[in-house]
């Protein structure tokens, strides 16, 4: 099993910026990949950025230029940093870890990031 811990949601203005953290606990393997993913209001969720154990990031093609993703391998935590964010950034932001030798999707809880106009 693996637990995530995020933080660093919460409620920002337009042109603001925010950084979200997650914490990887438990039985964490090399081969992994852990990331960001979003879900507004009404909406699937959907990719905001991942990184690999190795370093190589992926993401939405949207927002590349405004986020940027990190990642601590020495505690296995996660970073999101936010940039320029919009009103349409408004979500709630899900950490994952996937495991990729027997393919295994963790979520955390969720943050909720609000963008005020």
């Known amino acids: 099993q693996v637990q995530l811990v995020e933080h660093g949601g919460g409620l920002v203005q337009v042109g603001g910026s925010l950084t979200l953290s997650c914490e990887a606990s438990?039985?964490?393997?090399?081969?992994?990949?852990m990331g960001w993913y979003r879900q507004a209001p009404g909406k699937e969720r959907e990719l905001v950025a991942t990184?690999?154990?190795?370093?190589?990031?992926n993401y939405a093609d949207s927002l590349q230029g405004r986020f940027a993703i990190s990642r601590a391998t020495t505690d296995n935590t996660v970073y999101l940093q936010m940039n320029d964010l919009k009103p349409e950034d408004t979500a709630v932001y899900y950490c994952?870890?996937?495991?990729?030798?027997?393919?295994?999707?963790?979520w955390g809880r969720g943050t909720q990031v609000t963008v005020s106009s």
């Open positions: 994952n870890y996937r495991r990729l030798v027997a393919p295994m999707d963790y």
């Open positions: 438990g039985s964490i393997l090399s081969n992994n990949v």
């Open positions: 990184i690999t154990d190795r370093g190589w990031t």
